[in-house]
Structures are given as structure tokens and as C-alpha cells.
């Protein structure tokens, strides 16, 4: 049997799922060019819960609307120095979460940035991705379309 017979596969955007962060729907850029996946946060706070160490942020998970905001909490799992496509270096608050595209679900790391300017509120990167999906750079949308504005019943 072929390996890639396993593997999900995508197109260079895909519409996925962060449910333990309460984002039913989000667009993802499918990049393998970055190795880690980034999701666009603002006013990021680090603050310790029972001990733990954890993060809350605000998400705008819609493209092109800044009024919708979801509050996010997670447990920090590592604060990193990375490198963006730029070349400029940031440090950044790292999570683990769960994703869902189409019926795969599985644990992600995420990086927390600010990608209020950028087309997609999220990247998802090659480390995401290994030894789980191909992708089709020539496709959109390979496991279906999503209407932002009904899963979050906006006008």
C-alpha cells in the first residue's frame, strides 16, 4: 500500500476547527514553508491557574472583521524565539490545541501573533502536518467550504 493513501489531502486553504479554544471555524493558509502554525492573537495575557501556567487572548476568527472577538484560554506550553517569513524574529507564547479538518482531529502546537494584516488569521505548518496530510497547491478548500458568517450567525 501506497503511504500517501493515508494521508488527508489538502488544498493551499482549508477551513479547520479549534474546538478546546472555542472556534468552531476559522481559514487556515496551508503553508508548508513555515514549520510552525500560527494563530492571529491580540492582547495576549500570561497569567498561572492552579498552578498551571496558562494564556488568555482575544481571536478575531473572521476574515475582514475586526467587531467579531472570541476569548481564548489554554495552558502555555513554552514561549519561543521564531522567525518570521520576513526574517524578523519574535518571541512567542506557544499552546497546544486540538484541530479538526474534516474528520481528522489531532493535537497541534500553535504559535500566538498578531496577523491582524495578514489575509488568514491562521497558518498551518508543515509540523502540523507530517506524516498526516499532502497537500494540493493547485486546490482550495479539499475538505469543504464553510460560511463564517452562519457558523457564527453574522449578518
Given at each position: ?43 495576549i495575557e500570561q497569567y ?37 517569513s520576513g526574517g524578523h ?66 449578518k
Open positions: 500500500m501506497d503511504e500517501n493513501e493515508q494521508l488527508i489531502t489538502l488544498g493551499w486553504r482549508e477551513w479547520v476547527s479549534l474546538p478546546e479554544l472555542g472556534i468552531p471555524a476559522i481559514k487556515a493558509k496551508v503553508d508548508t514553508g513555515a514549520r510552525t502554525s500560527a494563530l492571529h492573537a491580540f492582547e498561572t491557574e492552579n498552578g498551571i501556567g496558562m494564556v488568555r487572548f482575544l481571536v478575531h476568527p473572521v476574515q475582514k472583521n475586526q467587531d467579531f472577538i472570541i476569548e481564548c484560554t489554554a495552558p502555555l506550553k513554552d514561549k519561543r524565539q521564531v522567525t518570521d524574529k519574535e518571541m512567542r507564547f506557544v499552546i497546544e490545541t486540538l484541530i479538526e479538518i474534516d474528520t481528522y482531529s489531532y493535537t497541534i502546537e500553535l504559535t500566538l501573533t498578531d496577523r491582524d494584516t495578514m489575509r488568514f488569521k491562521m497558518l498551518l505548518g508543515r509540523t502540523a502536518l507530517e506524516n498526516r496530510a499532502v497537500v494540493n497547491a493547485a486546490a482550495s478548500y479539499k475538505c469543504g467550504k464553510k460560511d463564517a458568517k452562519l457558523v457564527y450567525g453574522l
